[in-house]
């Protein structure tokens, strides 16, 4: 088995009770390894980048003034992409690290790089990233000579960082190790616990940001490891908590992920957080509604360590939108999505899609881990209600045939803490929809899922597209151009991320995509277009024209 890095200076004692089970490369993993080269005269690699001209076609619609008929114009716009390949040595840090999700993605990642089976009454089980869209499914990337397809693991597709070689750590406002933590959590099969217990008892998380108007009461007596003072200077804490991380562990970058508690929703108000200086003044004055995690953004922004909001609550405020834009550092956000509402932007966009018109859709569900725990507090459950109720505001919105202007789905949401059920996760859905002729058809689902366990791949997937984008610049070319246009980062806020997310953050003035087909598209498209591919389609015409 791999060692454990475990700091042995005094300097880095503190840091170190943040280091985790991934420090050192496993053997057989593969960060920054494709599956294949692009021979293409639009493509280059040299110099440890890999430089590609793309075309982006798209089509812009307007509206004959005097008649009102449509017009569609195709149009090209030229991009080139410079993506490094040196992925080089990165970590995670995870707030609320102690929890179901961070310590279940702890111990899996432990496992799969150390190759730790275990026992299961139906015999051994191998560790795998089942679940993960990264790790564990394919793309296309094209047809060979006899036109069949040609498939190849979605993380080969660019280089890209592998869990197996990062090294995590994080904060939490309990003070139990990881080990104990992970027990805690009753998610793991009890025989990997045990063999994987010893490492991850030798982890602690760094104390954390506590502020009890933001979750519920009933968090209070697990709140023995939070850090004193005022705002300010938690904030100060936070940035040398990254600094002393990435520091100690000699890692080329950092990425920071939000998977503690459901916070209530902050008030946005104006001159508190609407700008980045107001929120920065904010912060300095102590004002109340700097919530724990937009104190997280701030300083992962301020250090340039991407954050990523895992939990519904409305971290990413305007100013602190403003100030990621500001320092060119990236956010990404809200919510994991997981399960219920996945299945939701699934089928919601089939129903409209397909013509059908869905009228009501009213979902349940109950757990009883500590999520649920915290949700049965209304002002928390609210911050998931509206993360949840978003979900198909643009497939509807994209069918005026079906939906008037104002028109919307009834939806209705409904979650139930129930201790004895544990991270097993019940989840009951109904879909009523109008179809021919005023016709009524109604869909039920019941499904049962391990709620950590859908989660955690979902972290994964989040910490390796959130890694790739830093590695990710772009041109736009043009014949008028004077000079040489500069190589600039996308936007601060990952759109990009939204597969993986239940509400999605967009940049200001953009539109928001639910629908989880053209999440998967997207991501996989602009993935393939930084190595010069054309966008994946289903026309098939090589099959359906002769030739």
């Known amino acids: 088995m791999s060692p454990i890095n475990i700091a042995t200076s005094a300097a880095a004692n503190r840091a170190a009770t943040a280091t985790a089970a991934a420090a050192a490369a496993a053997p057989g993993s593969a960060s920054g390894a494709t599956a294949f080269k692009v021979d293409s005269p639009y493509v280059r690699y040299a110099d440890g980048a890999i430089e590609s001209d793309y075309m982006y076609d798209t089509t812009i619609v307007s509206r004959d003034a005097e008649t009102g008929q449509l017009k569609a114009k195709p149009t090209k716009v030229h ?68 036109l069949r397809d040609v498939y190849v693991p979605f993380n080969e597709v660019v280089p890209m960082a592998h869990p ?126 700097v919530s724990p995690s937009t104190l997280f953004a701030v300083a992962s922004i301020l250090e340039g360590a991407p954050f990523v909001n895992g939990s519904p609550q409305n971290t990413l405020v305007p100013g602190a939108i403003e100030l990621a834009e500001r320092e060119r550092s990236f956010v990404g956000g809200d919510d994991f999505k997981s399960g219920q509402t996945k299945i939701k932007s699934v089928l919601a966009e089939f129903l409209v899609n397909a013509g059908i018109k869905p009228l009501a859709i009213t979902s349940y569900n109950h757990l009883g881990n500590n999520d649920g725990r915290n949700l049965s507090a209304p002002a928390q459950f609210r911050s998931k209600e509206i993360s949840k109720s978003s979900v198909v505001d643009d497939m509807v919105g994209a069918n005026s045939i079906l939906y008037k202007k104002g028109e919307h789905p009834d939806h209705t949401i409904v979650i ?107 991501m996989e498209n602009i993935m393939r277009a930084f190595v010069g591919l054309p966008p994946n389609n289903e026309m098939l015409l090589e099959h359906k024209a002769f030739h």
């Open 164 to 289: 197996n070689d990062v090294v995590i750590g994080g904060w939490d406002i309990n003070s139990l190790n990881i080990g104990e933590a992970m027990r805690r959590a009753q998610v793991l099969p009890v025989d990997l616990q045990r063999r994987v217990y010893d490492e991850l008892k030798t982890l602690k998380p760094l104390p954390s940001v506590y502020y009890p108007d933001f979750i519920a009461a009933n968090q209070e007596e697990r709140a023995n490891n939070v850090l004193r003072g005022t705002k300010q200077e938690h904030l100060e804490q936070l940035r040398r908590d990254i600094r002393e991380f990435k520091q100690t562990n000699g890692l080329n970058r950092v990425i920071v992920m939000w998977t503690a508690n459901t916070e209530r929703y902050a008030d946005i108000i104006a001159g508190v957080n609407d700008t980045a200086d107001n929120l920065l003044q904010a912060i300095a004055n102590g004002h109340a509604e």
């Open 416 to 522: 139930k803490y129930v201790p004895s059920v544990g991270d097993s996760k019940r989840a009951l859905d109904e879909y009523v929809s109008e179809i021919f002729m005023g016709g009524l058809n109604t869909i039920s689902i019941y499904n049962t899922c391990e709620d950590s366990l859908l989660a955690s791949p979902l972290i994964i997937d989040l910490f390796m597209m959130t890694e790739l984008m830093t590695r990710v610049t772009y041109r736009v070319k043009s014949d008028a151009d004077a000079a040489e246009p500069q190589w600039q980062p996308f936007h601060s806020v990952l759109s990009i991320l939204s597969y993986m997310l239940k509400a999605p953050v967009v940049a200001p003035n953009t539109p928001v995509v639910n629908a989880l087909a053209k999440q998967r598209m997207a």
């Open 79 to 146: 991009y080139q992409f410079q993506t490094k390949t040196n992925v080089g040595r990165v970590g995670l840090m995870l707030v609320g690290w102690g929890g179901n999700n961070g310590s279940t993605v702890t111990a899996a990642i432990l496992a799969n790089k150390q190759g730790i089976s275990w026992e299961t009454r139906k015999g051994t089980q191998e560790p795998n990233y089942f679940g993960s869209v990264m790790m564990a499914s394919t793309v296309k990337l094209g047809v060979d000579e006899n």
